[in-house]
Every structure is written in structure tokens, then in C-alpha cells.
């Protein structure tokens, strides 16, 4: 074998060996990323705790059991939906009252009721950017209206 052929024979091995330094570290990467990313990726924020819209509402009741602020976010997803219907509630009491929402007595427990809002308000996207209070009340009276 001559010079040449040596030289070429150590280039092709160069590329072949540069070439799985690249796929390891590619790996390496994807791996990183696939277990670290989750956590960020979908992560409730901030502006989802601000609540100005029906998907930072979302956001927060449907997020992921590995987000730092799981329990916060599902706590607070339970307590707005509860409390504006318990306002509703409060507000519509006494003979001049009229309820735009008439739950039957054999109602859903409250993780049934959100679970069905989540569903509904996902199949309805084009509420989305609307206040959620006005999207949870669409939803109830579509839901459950009063009879007239």
C-alpha cells in the first residue's frame, strides 16, 4: 500500500469516526431534551394564573402532573370554576332570582364537572380567547339550562 492509499484509507476512517462523534452526540442531545423538556414545554405560566382567557384556564386544569406547579394550577383551575358558579348561585337567590343554571340533584362530583368543561371548552376552540367566566357559563346553561 502506498502513501496515497494510506492517506486516503485514514481520511475515509477520519469521516466514518467524525461521523459517529456526531450520532453520539446527537443522542445525547435528544435524550436530554426528551426528559428535560417536558417540564418546560406546556408549563403553566404567569400569564395563565392572570386567568384573562379561556385557554390560560385550561392551561392550568389540565396541566401536567410533572409541572413544579401541578397543585397550585389544579387548585386554582377547581376554585375559579366553583367559585363562579357558587357567585352565580349567590346572586340569584330570593323571589326575584332567575338562575340561567339548573343543576339536576343527581349532579356530577366536582373533577366529573371540570372534567366535562375541559372536554366541551376543547371542542369549542373558537372560545378560547374569551373570558373564561363567559366560556364556563356557555357551557353550564348549554349544559344544564334552567327550564322556562
Not at 14 to 42: C, D, H, N
Not at 70 to 80: K, R, T, V
Request: with cysteine.
Amino acid at each position: 500500500m502506498n502513501s496515497k492509499q494510506r492517506s486516503r484509507k485514514s481520511l475515509k476512517n477520519f469521516a466514518a469516526e467524525r461521523r459517529i462523534v456526531m450520532y453520539q452526540k446527537l443522542v445525547w442531545t435528544s435524550l436530554v431534551v426528551f426528559f428535560l423538556l417536558p417540564g418546560a414545554v406546556g408549563a403553566v405560566t404567569d400569564d395563565d394564573f392572570q386567568v384573562k382567557t379561556t385557554q390560560n384556564l385550561i392551561n392550568l386544569c389540565t396541566v401536567t402532573a410533572s409541572d413544579p406547579r401541578h397543585e397550585q394550577a389544579i387548585h386554582f383551575c377547581h376554585g375559579y370554576l366553583v367559585g363562579a358558579y357558587h357567585y352565580h348561585l349567590a346572586q340569584t337567590e330570593g323571589p326575584g332570582g332567575k338562575r340561567l343554571v339548573c343543576i339536576p340533584e343527581k349532579s356530577p362530583s366536582r373533577n366529573e364537572g371540570v372534567a366535562m368543561f375541559i372536554e366541551w371548552a376543547k371542542g369549542n376552540p373558537q372560545y378560547m380567547k374569551e373570558n373564561p367566566v363567559e366560556t364556563e357559563f356557555r357551557f353550564l346553561t348549554e349544559k344544564w339550562p334552567c327550564k322556562k
